[in-house]
């Protein structure tokens, strides 16, 4: 809203996939990505990197006991993101490899975090994306010395040498604004 009120000429198109797109073919001025693509054609600029966390409801909790070590983790129920490796959770630097009997997957982050607080299972989410949750009591934090690598978020565009002024103006934004907080 507040670009909006900044650039009211400006119009959005907004697509929201976790595909693969060709920037250049979908005529995609800019996106936010995670990592930084080995695309010699794009342009990528950090816009802000969090480690995932482990969380659960609090209900599924209260029914299914809080795990408090890597064992009782694999005897848990988890909604996974089928984007992830295994190995993917880290704890004091080494890699944890969890290996549960049941398991749910999306892969949508938000769908992810939705089924968590339905009380499906453990899932790992970034702490920014549930922050008001974790305030309101809906997901407990489990495990918190089990984190992932750094995720990074890019802001990528086609590396081209004149950006139309629309794309400039909102790269311009989105680096100043602190979107994630």
Not at 21 to 38: M, N, V
Not at 45 to 66: D, K, N, P
Not at 130 to 152: A, D, F, Y
Not at 158 to 164: I, K
């Amino acid at each position: 809203a507040d670009f909006q009120k900044a650039y009211p000429e400006v119009q959005l198109d907004l697509v929201l996939s976790d595909d693969k797109l060709d920037y250049i073919q979908d005529q995609i001025d800019l996106g936010i990505r995670i990592g930084i693509p080995k695309d010699d054609s794009l342009i990528a600029r950090v816009l802000h990197e969090e480690s995932l966390h482990i969380y659960a409801g609090a209900q599924y909790l209260a029914e299914h006991g809080t795990p408090t070590t890597v064992a009782q983790l694999n005897e848990h129920r988890w909604v996974g993101m089928s984007q992830l490796p295994g190995g993917f959770l880290k704890q004091k630097g080494h890699s944890v490899q969890i290996s549960p009997k049941y398991r749910h997957q999306s892969n949508s982050p938000m769908m992810i975090q939705e089924m968590v607080k339905a009380g499906l299972g453990l899932g790992v989410m970034l702490p920014t994306t549930v922050r008001n949750e974790i305030s309101s009591g809906q997901l407990i934090k489990v495990m918190p010395s089990l984190t992932t690598e750094k995720v990074l978020f890019s802001l990528v565009y086609p590396s081209r040498r004149q950006v139309p002024q629309r794309t400039r103006v909102l790269i311009d934004y989105l680096m100043a604004a602190n979107i994630f907080s």
